[in-house]
């Protein structure tokens, strides 16, 4: 089964040479989100508010792929700041819940600019 390019202006736009998501068959793979408006403005408020939008970005793609953040099976955060942890942690469970959640991954790097990036991977079969 060939590959899917997923894309939608209700989310921001690639930042570079790649696609919002794609679709390999039972799985939807979701490019890094960043707290960039579908405009392509970045938001550079507070943590809460960047790591709201990075979320919220991750869920309209993963909505245009046809799936929700239910489906999630693997979450990757990045943190410029690995303080802002704690509070990442109580924005994560507005967007997944406290059950059935993905395993995760979170680690500190080196952003410029802002302080999130989150990528996801969902599992839609059966």
């Known amino acids: 089964m060939p590959k899917k390019i997923i894309s939608t202006p209700?989310?921001?736009?690639?930042?570079?040479?790649?696609?919002q998501a794609v679709v390999a068959g039972d799985h939807v793979y979701l490019a890094g989100a960043c707290?960039?408006?579908?405009?392509?403005?970045?938001?550079?408020?507070?943590?809460a508010e960047q790591a709201r939008l990075a979320f919220t970005n991750l869920a309209q793609v993963a909505k245009a792929a046809g799936a929700d953040l239910s489906q999630v099976v693997?979450?990757?955060v990045y943190l410029r700041?690995?303080?802002?942890f704690p509070e990442?942690?109580?924005?994560?469970?507005?967007?997944?819940?406290?059950?059935?959640?993905p395993v995760r991954t979170?680690?500190?790097?080196?952003?410029?600019?802002f302080d999130i990036e989150i990528d996801a991977i969902l599992y839609t079969g059966d």
């Open 35 to 47: 707290p960039v408006l579908p405009d392509g403005t970045w938001v550079r408020g507070s943590f």
């Open 106 to 113: 979170t680690i500190p790097v080196a952003l410029k600019g």
């Open 81 to 84: 700041d690995f303080d802002d």
């Open 88 to 101: 990442m942690n109580e924005i994560y469970v507005e967007f997944f819940g406290t059950e059935n959640l």
């Open 10 to 19: 209700d989310a921001a736009p690639p930042g570079g040479p790649y696609s």
């Open 74 to 76: 693997r979450v990757g």
